[in-house]
T-cell receptor, first 113, second 113 residues
Framework: GAVVSQHPSWVICKSGTSVKIECRSLDFQATTMFWYRQFPKQSLMLMATSNEGSKATYEQGVEKDKFLINHASLTLSTLTVTSAHPEDSSFYIC?????????FGSGTQLSVL | KNQVEQSPQSLIILEGKNCTLQCNYTVSPFSNLRWYKQDTGRGPVSLTIMTFSENTKSNGRYTATLDADTKQSSLHITASQLSDSASYIC????????????FGSGTRLSIRP
């Protein structure tokens, strides 16, 4: 079964609204969680790294006020896309890590109309 | 600078043929190297994980090799099937911190009937 659960698997929203994506580690406590974005036929692009209980570290070019990341517990991290616009439409994936473990969620396809 | 480079960027082969994907890295200190398979619209799924002392590891028709001296890894796919069409991602972890995980940009493999 899935070790990392990501929800929802797809979402359609209107421009200007906010969307929250959840990432849960089911079988282990994830000290670190990662969020990625992937455009069609392109590779995974790391957006940010978050350690439980501390602020996320964002990659260059990723707006922290646009993509809010919360990692309040060892099993849950959330990514909120605020005031979404059509250019934010993408496939978002999380991964959870602890020591030797690294598992990915199944991804969330976001479509902003 | 910690880097992971994969080649080729894309590859097309006929069903039934074998192929080899390459991964070169400069991550130090090295902890482990993983190969993932990502189907379109899905999250990456782990194929193999190799530590410093392991030279080869198999998972069905997938065989990964690791040369820690030259910092090179390969993923060999035997008797390819149409379902092998996917992106294959090489991920290298640093020994010092769980948060130092470097992703390759992936190889897009297409299997033609």
């Amino acid at each position: 079964g899935a070790v990392v659960s990501q929800h929802p698997s797809w979402v359609i929203c209107k421009s200007g609204t906010s969307v929250k994506i959840e990432c849960r580690s089911l079988d282990f406590q994830a000290t670190t969680m990662f969020w990625y974005r992937q455009f069609p036929k392109q590779s995974l692009m790391l957006m940010a790294t978050s350690n439980e209980g501390s602020k996320a570290t964002y990659e260059q070019g990723v707006e922290k006020d646009k993509f809010l990341i919360n990692h309040a517990s060892l099993t849950l991290s959330t990514l909120t896309v605020t005031s979404a616009h059509p250019e934010d439409s993408s496939f978002y994936i999380c991964s959870a890590s602890s020591y030797e473990k690294l598992f990915f969620g199944s991804g969330t396809q976001l479509s902003v109309l | 600078k910690n880097q992971v480079e994969q080649s080729p960027q894309s590859l097309i082969i006929l069903e039934g043929k074998n192929c080899t994907l390459q991964c070169n890295y400069t991550v130090s200190p090295f902890s482990n190297l993983r190969w993932y398979k990502q189907d379109t619209g899905r999250g990456p799924v782990s194929l193999t994980i190799m530590t410093f002392s392991e030279n080869t590891k198999s998972n069905g028709r997938y065989t990964a090799t690791l040369d820690a001296d030259t910092k090179q890894s390969s993923l060999h796919i035997t008797a390819s099937q149409l379902s092998d069409s996917a992106s294959y991602i090489c991920v290298v972890s640093s020994q010092s911190s769980a948060s130092k995980i470097i992703f390759g940009s992936g190889t897009r493999l297409s299997i033609r009937p």
